[in-house]
């Protein structure tokens, strides 16, 4: 389940798309994600409450919208919004999904600091992915960021490994790791 | 016409075991030269393949996720480790839609990129392999290798296999030489002795040679062997020698029983006569006369008939006289031919004889007189026939022989049938005495015939075998034939004598 927390101004466009494909990509990259999840990847988008919040959660439907023929690892791909309330809310959520990821969305971090948001997500075994290589570097697992000429994937590998992630070395050695 | 058989050339034993040996030092320097290189070559461009297939397997794993990630620059990073490999020359990724996604050394890569896994192009092998995500990502590698460093490696190594090849060919015929020097020596030397030995030369005495235990052993076995023979051949000189003289033995024997039969029964006749000399009506009469005388004047009448018995007894004297002489004659003359009949046996006389000339009616009354003395008291009929005032200068003792022999054989071959006649006729035709002795005898069966002449062979109960054997070898010895004739058992038999004469016959 992936959680899209709106951290910031909704907009779905082509960049979107792709930090979309290239996040369901890197969750076929882990070994562990059989371990994790049921029969389908769940993706779960936490944004913030507001109106932010529905912009965010409408961008990321449509990144996820034209993904949504993938597969990762044979499961179908399911796409859960989820408006942020209470960190005792979002807790329950993650393990009653048995979601794969949570995807923080602009502007959640307003809401919940990075820290208590990956409490909750290494409590569930979730893997948290950002947009921003700060979050990574507060705590969270990996963000696909837009560099100069191309899209970065950023990892803390602490981070992911408490979050009961295991990526491939292949992945690895494209990405760059952080906040260690 | 005939064609005779093409002569086998024969090859020395040295000569083949060297060809054999070389043919297959040969075999062995060609089979290097062909069956290696091209071995070496395969082996070489085998693991060439595999290594690049390898290289390529590993590359294309790792760049997986390059591809997957859109991140074309880790993919090069990642083609960068070629660099490593001496012979790569270029690698590319394409992606499934075709285009080019990263390459190294693209300006080697060639316009239109091979469909099969592997494939050599000239002298470059390109090798290719699925580049496949784990999220589903896909294109293809393709890495070129240089074969130059493989082609200049297999070049080095068939050089190398063919100069050994031609060391080893070289090496190998000179010790097929040797070798074949060494092991046909020994037999060489055996043979020299053997062929010595068939010359009849005697060979030296055999020197056990050291080439091994089998020629040791073939050494030991034909001294073992020359030693034997040399015994047996002894031994077969002096059973030769007793043969020999058995032979003539026998022939003496047979031949002087003949001439003894016919001494015998003169011998008997003369007793008799001797016997039956008038002594007693002598002394008688010398009584009588003393008788007469004693009492006065005797009576003329009783002393002229005294006289006149005792002139009668004297005619008788004489005629028995001369009547013993000429028997004793004849005796001597049979003495004289046992005599000559041994003397002939002793000496093997081949082509000696004593050539004389005889007439040939003497000839023939002497043979039948020796053979046939009492033809009457057998109710034998005697006829010959013979060319009158023919003298012959002939080995008279030879011939005699054989007529005794022929018509002693007739004789006794008469004597069970129910006609009993022999005939003789001999004649002189072309240089030639043709003796003809035919009888009505019991015959000869003509599986006899081709034997009648073997030493030893005979009908007879008591026979030696002995007498038609020696009489054919006297009649060749005299450069002529006898021949014998029987037309079933019961109907007789004919034996023709045939002998040439050196000089002209005179009548």
Same mark, same amino acid.
């Given at each position: 389940?992936?959680?899209?927390?709106?951290?910031?101004?909704?907009?779905?466009?082509?960049?979107?798309?792709?930090?979309?494909?290239?996040?369901?990509?890197?969750?076929?990259?882990?070994?562990?994600?059989?371990?994790?999840?049921?029969?389908? /990847?769940? /993706? /779960?988008?936490?944004?913030?409450?507001?109106?932010?919040?529905?912009?965010?959660?409408?961008?990321?439907?449509?990144?996820?919208?034209?993904?949504?023929?993938?597969?990762?690892?044979?499961?179908?791909?399911?796409?859960?919004?989820?408006?942020?309330?209470?960190?005792?809310?979002?807790?329950?959520?993650?393990?009653?999904?048995?979601?794969?990821?949570?995807?923080?969305?602009?502007?959640?971090?307003?809401?919940?600091?990075?820290?208590?948001?990956?409490?909750?997500?290494?409590?569930?075994?979730?893997?948290?992915?950002?947009?921003?290589?700060?979050?990574?570097?507060?705590?969270?697992?990996?963000?696909?960021?837009?560099?100069?000429?191309?899209?970065?994937?950023?990892?803390?590998?602490?981070?992911?490994?408490?979050?009961?992630?295991?990526?491939?070395?292949?992945?690895?050695?494209?990405?760059?790791? /952080?906040?260690? | 016409?005939?064609?005779?058989?093409?002569?086998?050339?024969?090859?020395?034993?040295?000569?083949?075991?060297? !060809?054999?040996?070389? *043919?297959?030092?040969?075999?062995?320097?060609?089979?290097?030269?062909?069956?290696?290189?091209?071995?070496?070559?395969?082996?070489?461009?085998?693991?060439?393949?595999?290594?690049?297939? @390898?290289?390529?397997?590993?590359?294309?794993? =790792?760049?997986?996720?390059?591809?997957?990630?859109?991140?074309?620059?880790?993919?090069?990073?990642?083609?960068?480790?070629?660099?490593?490999?001496?012979?790569?020359?270029? %690698?590319?990724?394409?992606?499934?839609?075709?285009?080019?996604?990263?390459?190294?050394?693209?300006?080697?890569?060639?316009?239109?990129?091979?469909? +099969?896994?592997? @494939?050599?192009?000239?002298?470059?092998?390109?090798?290719?392999?699925?580049?496949?995500?784990?999220?589903?990502?896909?294109?293809?590698?393709?890495?070129?290798?240089?074969?130059?460093?493989?082609?200049?490696?297999?070049?080095?190594?068939?050089?190398?296999?063919?100069?050994?090849?031609?060391?080893?060919?070289?090496?190998?015929?000179?010790?097929?030489?040797?070798?074949?020097?060494?092991?046909?020596?020994?037999?060489?030397?055996?043979?020299?002795?053997?062929?010595?030995?068939?010359?009849?030369?005697?060979?030296?005495?055999?020197?056990?040679?050291?080439?091994?235990?089998?020629?040791?052993?073939?050494?030991?076995?034909?001294? *073992?062997?020359?030693?034997?023979? +040399?015994?047996?051949?002894?031994?077969?000189?002096?059973?030769?020698?007793?043969? &020999?003289? #058995?032979?003539? %033995?026998?022939?003496?024997?047979?031949?002087?029983?003949?001439?003894?039969?016919?001494?015998?029964?003169?011998?008997?006749?003369?007793?008799?006569?001797?016997?039956?000399?008038?002594?007693?009506?002598?002394?008688?009469?010398?009584?009588? !006369? #003393?008788?007469? $005388?004693?009492?006065?004047?005797?009576?003329?009448?009783?002393?002229?008939?005294?006289?006149?018995?005792?002139? #009668?007894?004297?005619?008788?004297?004489?005629?028995?006289?001369?009547?013993?002489? %000429?028997?004793?004659?004849?005796?001597?003359?049979?003495?004289?031919?046992?005599?000559?009949?041994?003397?002939?046996?002793?000496?093997?006389?081949?082509?000696?004889?004593?050539?004389?000339?005889?007439?040939?009616?003497?000839?023939?009354?002497? +043979? !039948?007189? !020796?053979? $046939?003395?009492?033809?009457?008291?057998?109710?034998?009929?005697?006829?010959?026939?013979? *060319?009158?005032?023919?003298?012959?200068?002939?080995?008279?003792?030879?011939?005699?022989?054989?007529?005794?022999?022929?018509? =002693?054989?007739?004789?006794?071959?008469?004597?069970? +049938?129910?006609?009993?006649?022999?005939?003789?006729? =001999?004649?002189?035709?072309?240089?030639?005495?043709?003796?003809?002795?035919?009888?009505?005898?019991?015959?000869?069966?003509?599986?006899?015939?081709?034997?009648?002449?073997?030493?030893?062979?005979?009908?007879?109960?008591? &026979?030696?075998?002995?007498?038609?054997?020696?009489?054919?070898?006297?009649?060749?010895?005299?450069? &002529?034939?006898?021949?014998?004739?029987?037309?079933?058992?019961?109907?007789?038999?004919?034996?023709?004598?045939?002998?040439?004469?050196?000089?002209?016959?005179?009548?």
């Amino acid at each position: 389940m992936l959680v899209l927390l709106l951290a910031g101004p909704a907009a779905a466009d082509t960049r979107d798309d792709r930090h979309a494909l290239v996040m369901l990509r890197v969750l076929a990259y882990d070994k562990q994600l059989a371990k994790r999840i049921g029969k389908e /990847v769940r /993706v /779960v988008v936490v944004s913030p409450p507001g109106e932010e919040g529905r912009l965010e959660e409408q961008r990321w439907r449509e990144a996820f919208g034209k993904a949504s023929k993938l597969k990762v690892d044979g499961r179908p791909i399911v796409l859960v919004a989820h408006r942020f309330q209470s960190a005792a809310a979002l807790g329950k959520l993650l393990a009653d999904q048995h979601a794969a990821a949570l995807v923080i969305c602009d502007g959640l971090t307003r809401k919940i600091s990075v820290p208590a948001l990956v409490r909750l997500t290494r409590a569930s075994k979730v893997l948290s992915i950002g947009t921003r290589e700060s979050e990574v570097v507060d705590g969270a697992a990996v963000a696909i960021v837009s560099g100069e000429s191309r899209d970065e994937i950023v990892f803390n590998a602490g981070a992911v490994e408490a979050e009961g992630v295991k990526f491939d070395a292949g992945l690895l050695q494209l990405a760059r790791e /952080v906040g260690r | 016409m005939t064609r005779g058989r093409p002569t086998r050339r024969r090859i020395p034993l040295r000569t083949r075991m060297s !060809l054999l040996f070389g *043919t297959l030092v040969c075999g062995v320097a060609l089979f290097m030269i062909g069956f290696f290189p091209q071995r070496m070559a395969e082996q070489a461009r085998i693991s060439t393949e595999l290594r690049a297939k @390898t290289v390529t397997q590993v590359i294309s794993t =790792a760049v997986g996720p390059a591809l997957e990630f859109d991140d074309a620059d880790n993919a090069k990073r990642i083609l960068g480790w070629l660099e490593k490999t001496p012979d790569a020359q270029f %690698a590319v990724i394409v992606k499934s839609d075709g285009t080019q996604f990263a390459a190294w050394r693209p300006q080697h890569v060639p316009a239109r990129l091979p469909s +099969a896994p592997t @494939t050599l192009d000239g002298s470059t092998l390109i090798t290719s392999a699925p580049v496949i995500g784990r999220a589903g990502g896909a294109g293809r590698l393709y890495i070129g290798q240089s074969l130059a460093r493989m082609i200049a490696d297999r070049e080095a190594a068939r050089r190398t296999v063919l100069t050994a090849s031609l060391v080893v060919l070289l090496i190998g015929l000179a010790a097929c030489i040797v070798i074949a020097t060494k092991l046909v020596r020994p037999f060489e030397k055996l043979t020299r002795i053997a062929n010595e030995i068939a010359r009849g030369t005697k060979p030296p005495k055999i020197v056990a040679v050291d080439e091994g235990p089998e020629v040791e052993q073939m050494t030991t076995a034909l001294g *073992t062997m020359l030693d034997r023979l +040399a015994h047996a051949n002894s031994q077969l000189v002096e059973a030769s020698r007793h043969a &020999g003289m #058995a032979e003539v %033995a026998t022939g003496v024997l047979h031949n002087v029983g003949n001439i003894l039969t016919s001494v015998n029964v003169g011998i008997e006749s003369f007793a008799e006569r001797v016997d039956a000399m008038p002594d007693e009506r002598v002394r008688r009469t010398s009584e009588l !006369l #003393a008788d007469a $005388c004693a009492h006065g004047p005797p009576d003329p009448a009783k002393v002229t008939a005294a006289v006149k018995y005792l002139a #009668a007894i004297a005619a008788h004297l004489r005629s028995e006289r001369m009547s013993l002489l %000429a028997d004793l004659t004849l005796l001597r003359g049979h003495v004289d031919h046992v005599k000559r009949v041994i003397s002939m046996q002793n000496t093997y006389a081949r082509t000696g004889g004593v050539t004389e000339q005889v007439e040939l009616q003497k000839l023939v009354d002497d +043979a !039948l007189a !020796l053979a $046939c003395p009492d033809p009457k008291r057998h109710e034998i009929e005697l006829v010959s026939r013979v *060319t009158p005032d023919c003298i012959l200068t002939i080995d008279r003792h030879r011939v005699l022989q054989i007529l005794v022999n022929l018509l =002693a054989n007739a004789k006794d071959a008469v004597v069970a +049938a129910p006609t009993r006649r022999i005939s003789l006729d =001999a004649t002189v035709e072309d240089h030639t005495l043709a003796v003809t002795v035919a009888d009505t005898g019991v015959g000869i069966p003509q599986d006899s015939l081709v034997r009648i002449f073997q030493a030893g062979f005979t009908t007879k109960r008591k &026979g030696h075998g002995y007498g038609l054997h020696s009489s054919a070898t006297a009649a060749e010895q005299l450069g &002529g034939t006898l021949r014998c004739h029987s037309p079933a058992p019961g109907q007789g038999a004919t034996f023709v004598l045939r002998v040439p004469l050196d000089r002209k016959v005179e009548s």
